[in-house]
């Protein structure tokens, strides 16, 4: 299950050798899978931070700050790749970044989901 939870990593490492073999604008890749990679990180040891703590203002305050810096850092990614490359490299770090988000976030629904079929008691 484990590699299952983190298929949006593996895609973005995945896509590199395509990336160079088709010469797509690799900059643009470079900042895109740098910033999903950062964030990823950066929001699994939030969340188990947040796990810990029994005080639901900080969880909440957690989760919530959590996907605020993503979004902040995805979009400020994306920006350094168009301003800093070129156009193309910011369509490249857009893409990338759909990509990766529109497979993290079915991963997140289905986990839940799966977690909400183990949580309720059976009837019986």
Do not use: N
Not at 7 to 26: E, H, I, R, S, W
């Amino acid at each position: 299950m484990s590699v299952v939870r983190y298929l949006d990593v593996l895609l973005v490492l995945a896509t590199a050798p395509f990336v160079v073999a088709a010469g797509l604008p690799v900059f643009g890749y470079l900042v895109a899978a740098g910033a999903w990679l950062l964030t990823r990180v950066a929001a699994e040891a939030l969340h188990a931070r947040a796990l810990r703590s029994s005080d639901p203002r900080v969880r909440a305050g957690l989760a919530v700050g959590v996907m605020m810096g993503r979004v902040w850092v995805i979009v400020l990614a994306i920006l350094l790749a168009r301003y800093a490359g070129s156009k193309e490299d910011g369509v490249m770090a857009a893409v990338l970044m759909l990509g990766a988000f529109t497979v993290y976030f079915m991963l997140t629904l289905v986990g839940r989901g799966w977690r909400d079929l183990e949580r309720k008691p059976s009837v019986s």
